[in-house]
């Protein structure tokens, strides 16, 4: 299996563009996870899909943010305007189902820079 | 508000050294807490622990939880310089389905 994959593994961009994330999660997995990692505010859940369907998106920081998870092998989140506070690593997670205590997979996350 | 501590948020040991990581949680319907392992890239799991007083133990790494104080810590003896990481605690409720992050202990292992 080939883990949780994302890309891309790092994104430099302007102010003001949009930015796409992607991440597909393990297969069988019907549970993925969109974190992101500041040196400030650690790991921080975004979002949340179960059988791809969002269940939490309360993390979700303001409306310039949003994810969508089309079928069970693809998520995208994207950040439109991007601001420099985006910057950060973003995670992409799955587990086999939400009722696990532990299965987390992390990806390698997108190292996002924006200047 | 649920809330995960981390303490310290940065260590640096030399070689062989033993070094103790602690968490303390605050969480409602708590249900587990798991200790992670960060490099450069992606979290990768060490232990989960679920009952209080019972130690979980992976070579030089182990963990105990306590629930009746609300707190863990990850020891590690005889470190090595591949130990240098940033170690993440976590707790997981019964309402929730996705992990509370502490932000990290960065340990630094010098040879």
């Known amino acids: 299996d080939a883990g949780v994959i994302q890309s891309p593994r790092h994104e430099v961009t302007e102010m003001g563009q949009e930015v796409t994330l992607r991440c597909k999660p393990i297969s069988g997995h019907n549970s993925l996870f969109w974190y992101r990692q500041t040196m400030m505010r650690g790991l921080e859940l975004l979002i949340y899909f179960n059988n791809n369907v969002p269940i939490d998106d309360s993390g979700m920081p303001e409306d310039r943010f949003s994810a969508k998870m089309p079928n069970a092998s693809f998520s995208t989140l994207k950040i439109q305007p991007s601001e420099p506070r985006d910057s950060a690593v973003y995670f992409c997670?799955?587990?086999?189902?939400?009722?696990?205590?532990?299965?987390?997979?992390f990806g390698s996350g997108t190292r996002l820079t924006v200047v | 508000e649920d809330k995960v501590v981390q303490s310290p948020l940065s260590l640096v040991v030399h070689e062989g050294d033993t070094v103790t990581l602690n968490c303390s949680y605050e969480v409602t319907n708590f249900r587990s807490l798991l200790w992670y392992k960060q490099e450069k890239k992606a979290p990768t799991f060490l232990f989960m622990l679920?009952?209080?007083?019972i130690e979980k133990k992976s070579g030089r790494l182990s963990s105990i939880l306590d629930k009746k104080e609300l707190f863990s810590i990850l020891n590690i003896t005889a470190t090595q310089t591949g130990d240098s990481a940033i170690y993440l605690c976590a707790a997981n409720s019964n309402s929730g389905y996705a992990l509370n992050f502490g932000k990290g202990t960065s340990l630094l292992v010098t040879p």
């Open positions: 997670a799955s587990k086999p189902n939400p009722g696990l205590l532990y299965g987390y997979t």
């Open positions: 679920t009952s209080s007083g």
